[in-house]
């Protein structure tokens, strides 16, 4: 693994959050929605909710999903969870899939007002993966992963093997994180290494969790030799780049090299 670290660090540096390199995609505005930019350039959120309003009621399901976004935080109206909810309701009954992966999202945490239901939030993460949202899918996978079933793995390798055939980096990361898992459960070192290489890849690609599962790694010294300068390395680019949970697990490894420090060497 130390072999790459460097390539991986360039990489950090050069890439913003969660950004292996992207294929170019044409990024002009929907012509329904140039009335909107415009109002959004003018800053006049008030008229660009209106217009989101005549587009919605024309039957446009992202300017629906837009509204519920801009009710939830009460930007061009008065915020309003249980509004937002129903028009986020609404986008993903048009067919919006990221409508019902927010709502997934939500019945998961309680947001918007919502009682915790696991329940819900795995039937809104369906519905978002059959409407073809990747994130869902990848999501749904894990899922099924943690059920521990025979049945419920080859379900979830289902899911992921179109994801994984297009390269798809969560994708890839699931399936190799699952391999890790099964690799040590089942004694199979084959599989740990299956596993542990596709990390790598992903993490010389700048794939911002492969690096934080790399991190970890070093870090625990459970799954490959403790390494904790290299874990240092990584959490400290990533810190840089906000990314959640790399400045605290610094600050960890930190404390780990001080009191190492500390301690006589034998």
Avoid: C, W
């Avoid at 693994?1 to 660090?9: G, I, P, Y």
């Avoid at 059959?130 to 390798?157: I, Y």
């Amino acid at each position: 693994m130390k072999k790459f670290l460097l390539a991986t660090l360039v990489a950090i540096s050069s890439h913003s959050l969660f950004a292996a390199p992207a294929p170019q995609q044409n990024l002009e505005i929907d012509p329904a929605f140039k009335n909107v930019q415009t109002l959004v350039q003018a800053k006049n959120f008030t008229g660009a909710y209106q217009e989101l309003e005549r587009l919605s009621q024309a039957g446009n399901a992202q300017a629906t999903y837009n509204l519920a976004y801009l009710t939830q935080i009460g930007q061009g109206t008065t915020q309003n969870n249980a509004k937002a909810l129903a028009l986020y309701e609404e986008a993903g009954k048009k067919g919006y899939s990221i409508a019902n992966y927010v709502l997934a999202q939500n019945y998961a945490t309680g947001g918007l007002g919502l009682k915790q239901d696991d329940k819900k939030a795995r039937e809104y993460l369906e519905k978002a993966s059959n409407q073809g949202f990747n994130d869902a899918t990848v999501e749904l996978a894990v899922l099924l992963f943690s059920e521990g079933t025979t049945k419920s793995d080859q379900l979830a390798l289902k899911k992921l093997e179109p994801l994984i055939k297009q390269g798809n980096y969560p994708a890839l990361h699931a399936k190799a994180l699952y391999d890790i898992s099964q690799g040590f459960k089942n004694k199979d070192q084959k599989t740990v290494e299956k596993g542990l290489n596709q990390i790598q890849e992903l993490g010389k690609q700048g794939y911002i969790p492969a690096l934080m599962a790399i991190a970890n790694m070093f870090t625990n010294g459970n799954v490959t030799q403790q390494n904790l300068p290299e874990a240092q390395q990584i959490y400290a680019a990533l810190a840089q780049q906000n990314v959640p949970e790399a400045k605290a697990r610094l600050e960890l490894v930190n404390k780990l090299i001080a009191e190492q420090g500390k301690t006589p060497k034998k």
